[in-house]
Every structure is written in structure tokens, then in C-alpha cells.
């Protein structure tokens, strides 16, 4: 689901297939620079709603994506602590 | 001419002068703040034992303030960093990555950072970040460089962000000036420029480049490896070229450009030197103090900015 959305989103920027973009693509690989790098973060924390760090560990579609995924459960969980006081 | 920038910085004009590495020391700097545009130390790759003396050179030239230069991508970038708060240096300028990590630390030292961001989403990270304003440098600019000009830079990025935004790139007399305010900035930025200040202390080779430098004296390196550097075309820069067209490894690339700043800046080495310039080096055509490029660019830009009346009915 998110993959399909960072391939849209690589897609539009870039001018490569979708296709191409897969859990193991580097940015290198997709001929993202730092630049197109926030572009991304930046419309995938709209899309998300969440607010992702820049790192340069940061290599692969697939880190990406685990980040992401890591901070909406921890977004959660600090949810649920609010609930429940 | 005094904007909102002018206010928060206490500074008299809108003018900064660009952070070059190698280049912009406390001498360059404190000329250009006693003048009363808003000078910057560049720290560059250096320690921070050098930018220190720096800084304190440019405290005994001046009273008013001036910024630093830091390099994020420098070995030394938190030595530097933790300086510049320890030293409580008025303003923090930020280029080749994000600040995110050190400004906190900043801010707390009463340290107003201002990044050079080259894209709209950059400018929005750095807005979010807390930085004070932000310097929007289009591509014409020499160094490392983006891929947007100037002229569409800096309005997307006036109506991206509400912090006080500095126009870089491409701007070195009260034209540039007086458009760029037009572009919605408040002040601007010019390195090329004052590198024919009197008080800047490169090779003479490379000023004698840069004074007889056309709109065409400039040329990109870099981008294969994903850090474009605009620099004067010598000999080193058509080597560098032709060693990316065929292919070099990055190492060899790597050894190509170390140490090319300094060989052009201390050395004037045409051969082995890297001698960033802005597109705008053809508009440079003589030495004068700092002071007085600070005073000449701001009389123009008024003059501009008064004259355009004239076309509009």
C-alpha cells in the first residue's frame, strides 16, 4: 500500500515506470537526490500524517517504508496512552 | 532600504554576504558588516580552532553583528557547531544538508539560523525546524547548486513559508536587488561579488578570472555524483568534465577534486584548482571595498525600485 504510493510518488517526480520502483531500489538507483528526497518526505508525511526524520542511513525504498511504518506505531501508541488517562 | 529582516538581525541593509569556503574569513566579513550589509565566516571543511580565531578577528574589526558558514557535510560540523553557540554568534547560516540535528542548540544560544535551502520543500522543513528565515539560492549561484533558478525559487518559495526569505544567486548589483525583492524576498545574498571586495583576500589569479569573466566564463561539474559545483571553466574544470563523460570512477573523481578549492582560492592554480563563480561574475568588473559594494548595490536598488513607477500608469 505505502509502496504503491512512494512508486506513484517516485513515478510523478521522476519520469521512471512504477514498476521500478521496488522494497530493494536505492534512491541512487532511481536518480533521487537529496533534493527529490524532501520533495518525497514532505508529500509523504501529507499523505501519511506522520513526520519523518531525515537520515542519510536512509538508502533504500524498503527503509523507508520500515520507518515510516515505525513511527505510525509509535504515533499509535502514544494515542492509546492518551486514551486511556 | 530597510526590511524586516534588517529588524530582526539589526542589521542596516539587506545584504548578506554568501558564506565561500576558503574564502569569506573575519576580515572579508567584518568589512562587510561594519559597511552594514550582514557578513558571514565561512567554516567550510575547517577545524574549529580556525573559525574561532576567525570569528574573534572579526569581533576586534566590529561591533555589529555577522553570521558563520556551517558546513554540514564537514568533518568538523559539530566542533563547529557547538562553537557557534558557545560563541553566541548572532546568526547561523547552513548549507550542503539539513540542520535539523543542531538547531535546537542554536536557538538556544540566542543564535538566529538562517539555511540555504534550494527547493520549496527544503525551505518547509526549515520553517517547521525553527530557523528564523531562510535563503532561497537558485542555481546561478556559484558552488553547490540546485536545479531551479533563482526567479522561480524564490516566489514558490515566498508563498511556501512565512519567515522573512534572502535571495541568492545570479544577484550582484541593485538590479538583481531591487528584482528580487520584487520576487517577494527581503534581502538578498551576493558571493560572487564580493570577491572582488578589497578586503577578500583570494589569489589574484582567481580575481583577475572573475573580473574578466563573461555570461558564459561559468560551467557545472558534479552532477553524476550528485553534487553539482558551479565554478569558472579552466583547465581543471574541463578535465573534470571529461573524466565524468567517460565514466571515471567516483574515486578517481574524488581525487580529482580534493583540495581544488584551496589550490584556486591560496595558489591561483589554473591547472589543479576549482574556482567557484556565479553566473554573474560578467557583471564584476573592478575591486572596491566591501563597504562600498554594500552601499553602491542598496543606492541602486532604491533607484530601481523608485524608477519602476514609470512604466505603469
Given amino acids: ?85 | 532600504m530597510q526590511t524586516e529582516i534588517c529588524r530582526l538581525l539589526g542589521i542596516r541593509y539587506p545584504v548578506f554576504q554568501g558564506g565561500m569556503a576558503w574564502i569569506a574569513d573575519g576580515r572579508l566579513a567584518a568589512a562587510v558588516s561594519e559597511g552594514g550589509g550582514l557578513g558571514i565566516i565561512a567554516a567550510g571543511n575547517a577545524p574549529a580552532s580556525y573559525v574561532e580565531e576567525q570569528i574573534h578577528f572579526a569581533r576586534k574589526r566590529t561591533e555589529k553583528p555577522f553570521g558563520l558558514n556551517v558546513m554540514l557535510r564537514s568533518p568538523f560540523a559539530d566542533e563547529v557547531a557547538d562553537l557557534a553557540a558557545r560563541e553566541g554568534v548572532r546568526v547561523v547560516t547552513t548549507g550542503a544538508g539539513n540542520p535539523a540535528a543542531f538547531m535546537d542548540r542554536w536557538r538556544r544560544a540566542g543564535c538566529a539560523v538562517i539555511p540555504v535551502v534550494a527547493s520549496v520543500a527544503m525551505a518547509k522543513l526549515m520553517e517547521r525546524a525553527g530557523a528564523a528565515a531562510v535563503i532561497a539560492e537558485g542555481c546561478e549561484s556559484g558552488g553547490h547548486v540546485g536545479e531551479t533558478t533563482t526567479m522561480a525559487l524564490v516566489p514558490q518559495v515566498c508563498d511556501a513559508v512565512r519567515l522573512p526569505v534572502i535571495a541568492a544567486g545570479g544577484i550582484a548589483d541593485g538590479r538583481g536587488f531591487a528584482a528580487a525583492l520584487m520576487l517577494g524576498a527581503q534581502g538578498i545574498q551576493m558571493g560572487t561579488r564580493f570577491l572582488c571586495a578589497g578586503e577578500c583576500t583570494i589569489h589574484p589569479v582567481y580575481r583577475e578570472k572573475i573580473l574578466r569573466a563573461t555570461d558564459r566564463s561559468t560551467i557545472v561539474t558534479g552532477r553524476r555524483n550528485g553534487h553539482p559545483v558551479r565554478s569558472l571553466r579552466t583547465a581543471f574544470s574541463r578535465r573534470y568534465e571529461e573524466a565524468e563523460y567517460r565514466g571515471a570512477s567516483e574515486t578517481e573523481l574524488d581525487v580529482l577534486g580534493t583540495g581544488a578549492l584551496r589550490l584556486a582560492v591560496q595558489e591561483g592554480d589554473l591547472e589543479s584548482g576549482c574556482f567557484l563563480s556565479g553566473q554573474i561574475a560578467g557583471l564584476v568588473k573592478r575591486v572596491q571595498p566591501a563597504a562600498e559594494i554594500v552601499e553602491e548595490v542598496t543606492r541602486e536598488a532604491e533607484q530601481c525600485l523608485k524608477g519602476t513607477s514609470r512604466w505603469v500608469r
Avoid at chain 1, 4 to 33: P, Q
Avoid at chain 1, 69 to 82: I, M, P, R, V, Y
Fill in chain 1, 1 to 85: 500500500m505505502l509502496l504503491d504510493k512512494i512508486a506513484e510518488l517516485i513515478s510523478e517526480r521522476t519520469g521512471c515506470g512504477a514498476g521500478a520502483v521496488r522494497m530493494d531500489s536505492t534512491f541512487k538507483d532511481l536518480n533521487i537526490d537529496s533534493l527529490d528526497r524532501v520533495d518525497l518526505l514532505m508529500d509523504l508525511e501529507d499523505y501519511t500524517g506522520v513526520q519523518i526524520e531525515l537520515s542519510e542511513k536512509v538508502e533504500t525504498v524498503g527503509d523507508l517504508i520500515r520507518i515510516i511504518e515505525e513511527k505510525k506505531k509509535d504515533a499509535g501508541k502514544g494515542e492509546e496512552t492518551e486514551n486511556a488517562n
